[in-house]
Each structure stands twice: as structure tokens, then as C-alpha cells.
């Protein structure tokens, strides 16, 4: 295959993929199991299969369903640098995730696209979307997510893994792919084969536009709080009853409309309460909490462990509020900036490609986020979808095709770089 191909070679391999709906369970997750979906398990074994087909021998996929495999060097080439690609298996459950449609819109206009009763995309609205006009645009039938997160990633990186065994005449030096189940339930990294990775570096094909590289996301902590009423008969309920449910409710109320996800940008951090649930003796609310500085969570855990809740339960004498907080993931910044050249290097692959690099935070989080913790540093590389998690979810072929060209570059670049006990 040569990078002519690389257009119907990544549509092709994009539309198959969406088409298998992979959608996580928090709730199962949440409990351990991995991964919580079957449908993960299924797409594991057919992505090991393809990698298969390429003439890749080592290939394997766990118990867990995290697929890794392993490129060999070309001939003369076995001393230079490994390096790691990641994306992740499955898709959101915010809005449904099967059966996924997909439309394709070629030469598209510029115009409307309407995708479902009272589900369009304008680009009025949307500046990305019409830089796109006269390309392709893949979308959903507006009637669930398109899978672009992080399907694109995949077939980006499986596309690279193709070209590269199916390239004689391109040499290269050591690739290594993960491919991970559940990472938007924030249990991707949960329990990765860690001891069987070798290269010392990755990047994550999980971004957005063409040209985002990212390098920081935020510190992110989640508040499980749960709220103890006192029952009795509503015809009787003077001085006795205690509402968990209104408990509850006043809690959510008094958090922060101006610092809600919809209310912030860039560097601007949020509490956001995710799911709400009880009744009159007992009730519950998950609010995650993010802010991209160490200080800002430890204000934010603050105010709802000692002002927040303790306000709610004055304000409800008899009621009893507790709150667990947990940590998820942490700013991957600061040691990102100890292995400068890991990402210096997605940038200039990203430029010999004519793609202007946009350095930009992540508003969230990604496998690289916890791989960088653990430490393997993994910056963030577009890969050409938008409108992520939601049912106007869409993508670029011509940025899809960027991407698999930055991968191309980028294997260039670790090829010249001599493997070492360091990076």
C-alpha cells in the first residue's frame, strides 16, 4: 500500500469499525469489570485478527481485552528507539451507541447538514466544520454518537501498521500498539499489561481537530456523596421526616453554576454533578471535580467536604451527609516537560506533514494521562474528530488522512533515534 491509498484505505477501515457499536458501562466499570462491555471483547479479537493479517506475529490480546502488538524493525534498523500508539476500544455512553449509521458527505458543501429530526450541524455554529467545506465529512443519522472517539485513532493506527508491513522499500525501527478497553469509563489504564510494554514512550491518537497536540490535562477527582434522611408518613411528617432526596437536590443547587462545564473554557476548571439518585431515607450524587492546577482541586475537594456538605446537614437537622473523594487522573504536565523530545517530536512530524501544530490543554483526560503517571509519558495526537460524545459527533477524512501521515512522520523520526536504557 502506498499513501495514495490512504484516503479509501482509512475510510474504508473507519465506516467498518464505527459500525461495530463498543459502548462501556460505567456502572460495571465502576465495579471492576473488565472489560464491561462483550462488545469490547468482540472488537478486541477482530482488531488482533486484522493486525494478524498485516504478517504482524506478535500479537495478543489478554483477559482484559487490551490488544498489544509489536511491529519488528526493519533489517539494519533493530537498534533504533521503540515507540507506542494507543487508542482506546470503546465508545461513550452519554447518548446511544448502536446501531451506528454512518453517512459520508462528500464534496460537502458548506452548508447545513441534517442529520435527524432536530439534530443538524451548521457551520455558523461551528468554525471547524466549515473549514471543511469541498472534503469529506463522515457523520452519524444523528440517532446516536458516530464513534469517532476513538475509532478514528484506530483506524489511523492500523492503517500506519499496513502501510509499514506492507512498505519494504520504508524502513523503520520498533512499533508497538496498545489498544485499551474502558477508557471512557476512567478505568482504561486500570490494568494494563504494564510489564509487557517496551517501549519507553507513546502517544495517545485520541484527539480532536487537525493539529491539536496536547501535553496537559486536568487533575481530576471524583466525590461520591451520600445523603442519610429520616422517613416517616408524608400526612405526618411534621418535625420527623428528613428528605435525602431535597438533601440532595439543595446540594446540587448550591454548587457553582460559573464553574460548571458549560459555564468554563481552556484553562478554567469546573465541578460538575454527573448522576443523582434516592429517596426520602437515602440518596446519592457523583460530582465530578477538575481544575488543571494541584491547588484548585484541593480548594474545590474543600469546599465540598467541609463547607458544602456540612451547610446542607445544618440545614437539615437529623440528616447525615458523607462524602468519599477519590482521585482519577493527574495532570500530565510536569512530567511530560522531563521527556521534552517525546513531545517535540509529535510536533515536528505534525509540520513535515503541513500541519500546524495547536498546543492546547485537554479538558479531560486520556490513557496517556495515566500512562504518564505511570511513568511512560504519552502526549495526545488528533486525529481529525469533533462534537465528540454527543449525536452531532463528526469527522474529517482529510484530517483522518493528516493524522495517518503525522504517524508516518513520526515513525521516521524515532527510527534515527538510537534505543537506550533512557528515552
Known amino acids: 500500500m502506498n499513501t495514495e491509498k490512504l484516503p479509501e484505505k482509512l475510510l474504508e477501515r473507519f465506516l467498518r469499525y464505527t459500525k461495530t457499536g463498543t459502548q462501556s458501562n460505567p456502572e460495571k466499570a465502576d465495579k471492576g469489570i473488565m472489560p464491561s462491555t462483550e462488545s469490547q471483547r468482540f472488537f478486541a479479537g477482530m482488531l488482533a485478527e486484522e493486525l494478524k493479517s498485516f504478517g504482524i506475529e506478535q500479537v495478543e490480546v489478554d ?17 533504533s528507539a521503540a515507540f507506542g500508539l494507543c487508542s482506546h476500544l470503546d465508545t461513550a455512553s452519554d447518548v446511544p451507541g448502536e446501531p451506528v449509521n454512518p453517512v459520508v458527505h462528500r464534496n460537502y458543501s458548506g452548508g447545513r447538514i441534517d442529520l435527524s429530526e432536530d439534530v443538524y450541524l451548521d457551520p455558523e455554529e461551528d468554525a471547524e466544520l466549515a473549514a471543511c ?12 454518537l458516530l464513534g469517532a472517539d476513538d475509532k478514528a485513532g484506530i483506524a489511523g493506527i492500523m492503517t500506519l501498521a499496513e502501510f509499514l508491513t506492507s512498505s519494504p522499500d520504508f524502513p523503520h525501527g520498533p512499533v508497538e500498539i496498545l489498544f485499551s478497553p474502558d477508557e471512557e469509563t476512567g478505568h482504561g489504564m486500570d490494568r494494563v499489561p504494564l510489564d509487557k510494554l ?15 497536540i496536547e501535553a496537559e490535562c486536568f487533575n481530576a477527582w471524583k466525590c461520591d456523596v451520600e445523603f442519610y434522611g ?5 400526612g405526618a411528617a411534621k418535625g420527623k421526616l428528613v428528605n435525602a432526596a431535597l438533601m440532595a ?9 460559573n464553574e460548571s462545564p458549560e459555564a468554563t473554557e481552556r484553562y478554567e476548571g469546573y465541578y460538575c454533578p454527573l448522576e443523582l439518585s434516592g429517596n426520602i431515607e437515602r440518596a446519592s450524587v457523583t460530582v465530578f471535580l477538575r481544575d488543571f492546577e494541584e491547588d484548585g482541586i484541593s480548594r474545590r475537594i474543600e469546599y465540598i467536604e467541609k463547607y458544602l456538605a456540612g451547610t ?3 440545614m437539615f437537622p437529623g440528616g447525615k451527609i458523607t462524602v468519599t473523594s477519590q482521585r482519577q487522573y493527574s495532570n500530565m504536565r510536569e512530567k511530560l516537560k522531563e521527556h521534552p523530545e517525546v513531545f517535540e ?20 483526560g486520556t490513557d496517556g494521562s495515566r500512562l504518564t503517571e505511570m511513568g511512560i509519558p504519552a502526549p495526545n495526537i488528533f486525529t481529525g474528530g469533533h462534537n465528540f460524545h454527543s449525536r452531532t ?10 493524522m495517518t501521515e503525522t504517524l508516518i512522520k513520526l515513525t521516521e523520526l524515532w527510527r534515527d533515534k538510537k534505543c537506550t536504557n533512557t528515552i
Open 230 to 234: 429520616v422517613a416517616a408518613h408524608l
Open 345 to 364: 517530536f509529535a510536533c515536528r512530524a505534525a509540520q513535515l506533514c503541513g500541519v500546524k501544530p495547536c498546543v492546547k490543554p485537554i479538558r479531560g
Open 393 to 402: 459527533e463528526w469527522a474529517s477524512l482529510e484530517e483522518m488522512v493528516k
Open 198 to 212: 517496551k517501549a519507553k514512550a507513546y502517544y495517545t491518537v485520541d484527539g480532536g481537530a487537525a493539529g491539536e
Open 133 to 144: 467545506s469541498g472534503g469529506t465529512v463522515i457523520t452519524s443519522d444523528g440517532k446516536t
Open 249 to 257: 437536590s439543595v446540594f446540587v443547587s448550591m454548587l457553582p453554576r
Open 312 to 314: 446542607v446537614e445544618r
Open 63 to 79: 483477559e482484559n481485552s487490551y490488544v498489544l502488538a509489536r511491529i519488528n524493525p526493519s533489517p539494519g534498523f533493530e537498534e
